[in-house]
């Protein structure tokens, strides 16, 4: 997946299609991530490259998913403040850009900043309410993990339980089964938390049935934000 997402980065010409370039920059950065060929360091400057190519362009959906991924690679490096400034910043683009995908991910991204302060339960909330309304599989798909994070961050594990199993559910109806692999992981661990030790193992076989299409093991390690990895979001495909 690295080796595709540098030759279709180098093919792109940033001055002439800078938006689309943002996107394919975003996309080797997380490529990238996964092969441990990248630091946190090179990941925050890839980030800001990306909202500099988009930033001649504020009311694109582009621009949002440059700000919110700039946001997240913040967070992870401990500028919580510059986090949280930026996601605020992806969430008006994305009002201006009348894009209910881009409202879920604007909403994603301050879900995230604020993961730890009340206002996260409103706005994951929404994350989710948006992607339902844009009607994009993967947005959904990703709109229900950001949720999960919240709850399990909380200790609300019967109500993680419930709505994880949704996104199983809705995740393998649409087809997008790395997303499906993902939700298998957080239902397990949900489930041996619980001491539903019968159900857990049927989850894992579950979500082993899921990981034989390209990136669902890495996807699942790194999206398992609130099960003992990190915060991602699992890339397409």
């Not at 540098?6 to 370039?21: C, F, G, H, Q």
């Not at 996104?167 to 619980?194: D, E, N």
């Amino acid at each position: 997946m690295l080796a595709a997402a540098s030759r279709a980065l180098e093919l792109v010409d940033a001055d002439t299609e800078p938006l689309r370039a943002s996107r394919l920059l975003i996309d080797w950065s997380e490529a990238s991530e996964e092969e441990g060929t990248i630091d946190s360091v090179e990941q925050v400057a890839a980030a800001r490259r990306a909202v500099e190519l988009t930033r001649p362009y504020p009311d694109t959906k582009e621009y949002v998913h440059a700000l919110a991924n700039l946001s997240d690679r913040e967070y992870w490096t401990g500028d919580i403040r510059a986090a949280k400034d930026h996601a605020r910043h992806a969430l008006q683009a994305a009002r201006r850009s009348g894009s209910n995908e881009a409202m879920s991910e604007g909403y994603r991204a301050l879900g995230f900043a604020f993961l730890r302060e009340a206002r996260s339960d409103h706005d994951t909330k929404a994350c989710l309410r948006y992607a339902h309304l844009g009607n994009d599989p993967w947005t959904i798909g990703w709109a229900f993990i950001v949720r999960e994070n919240y709850l399990w961050e909380r200790g609300r594990l019967e109500e993680f339980t419930e709505i994880t199993a949704g996104g199983l559910r809705f995740a393998i109806g649409s087809g997008a089964l790395t997303v499906a692999a993902i939700q298998a992981a957080f239902l397990t661990h949900a489930l041996f938390a619980l001491g539903r030790i019968v159900d857990s193992r049927a989850m894992v076989r579950e979500g082993l049935s899921h990981t034989g299409i390209p990136g669902a093991g890495a996807a699942v390690r790194l999206s398992a934000a609130p099960v003992g990895g990190s915060h991602r979001r699992p890339r397409r495909g």
